[in-house]
């Protein structure tokens, strides 16, 4: 969809929590993202390559959770994940269920170098 | 080198959504209900602006803000010709409005004095559904010819809505459309939504629409409050 948008947007959220943690550097990025969401994990990376060039972020590692649907029926109170495009529940064919996970989009924390490298060690 | 962990914890949309709220204050400070019109390509929201407009203008002040992918004012020219104000915004490209987007539109409208902004969002079914503008209702306009399987397709958008329109309802006899998987299929994402099958064309349904719409702008200019539900929806 639009994967650029959202990447700029955890690039903004990265920077942000880093600065006044005293990055100098962002090795790695944590996402969680449900399954409902739907995002190309490769694009964003792609798109995270060309836009955190020259900060903080360069070349900082993406990890992505995917969180599997999990939906619960109203009428019987049946958790399941839903299977292919019926979402009805499996137990009783209830038509009334509310999604418990599989929403998420959301960055989940970011590892930081907190100071600068001494002169000399390797990176 | 040793790193270390930060928590962060935050939406990814986080500063969309912030602005959606700011935007929606706006609207309430001036009193107007705010609508997300969404639906794919070709399935009539131009129409169904169009037609309220038509129906509705003596009694409604209606502003729209129109948003295409393109440079084009197709769409802006028609609701301006049906006499509402009408803002155009070019997403460059982009594959949905965002609160940014409507937020500078509203730069360019009166907001005060109006009753009704429609926001006629970016013909397209998956990206609309993830950023919220600041509007109160999301209407989708959903059309016969599209054909019945598309809440299956689409439940992002479908879970999220406060109405649903089902457009060219004329031409059910001529096409394979099942009324009731179709409506199975929204009932399961999204209970008890209020539903319209019309047809712009024809005008046949358009009146349960038109009166649904008067009823939500007038509660909404009534109410004290008009921040009641929630930006993400």
Sequence with gaps: MHELAVTQSVLEIALRHAAPAGAVRITDVYLVIGQLSSIVDDSVQFYWDAISENTAAQGARLHFRRVPAELRCWDCNHRYSPNGEDLACPACGGLRVQVVAGDEFRVEAIDIEPVAAPAGEPP | ?233
């Design chain 2, 1 to 233: 080198m040793t790193t270390q962990r930060i928590p962060v914890v935050e939406k990814i949309l986080s500063a969309n959504d912030r602005l959606a709220e700011q935007n929606r204050a706006r609207l309430d400070a001036a009193r107007v209900l705010g609508i997300n019109l969404l639906a794919s390509p070709g399935a009539g929201k131009t129409s169904l602006i169009v037609r309220t407009i038509q129906a509705l203008s003596p009694q409604l002040k209606i502003a729209v803000i129109e948003g295409d992918t393109a440079p084009v004012t197709i769409d802006a020219d028609k609701v301006s010709a049906a006499g509402a104000a009408a803002v155009q915004v070019n997403t460059g490209g982009e594959c949905h409005l965002d609160a940014v987007m409507v937020a500078n539109a509203f730069n360019a409208l009166t907001l005060d004095g109006l009753d009704l902004l429609i926001v006629e969002n970016v013909g397209n079914l998956i990206c609309p559904a993830a950023f919220a503008l600041g509007t109160h209702l999301n209407v989708l306009v959903a059309s016969v010819p599209e054909g019945a399987d598309k809440p299956y397709k689409y439940p992002g958008i479908y879970r999220g809505l406060d109405a649903l329109i089902l457009n060219k309802i004329d031409l059910l006899p001529y096409v394979d459309f099942d009324l009731d998987y179709f409506r199975r299929g929204v009932e399961i994402l999204n209970p008890g939504l209020s539903f319209f099958p019309l047809s712009c064309r024809t005008g046949e349904g358009v009146e349960a629409w038109m009166e649904w719409l008067q009823k939500q702008a007038a509660h909404h200019r009534f109410s004290a409050d008009g921040s009641a539900s929630t930006v993400g929806k």
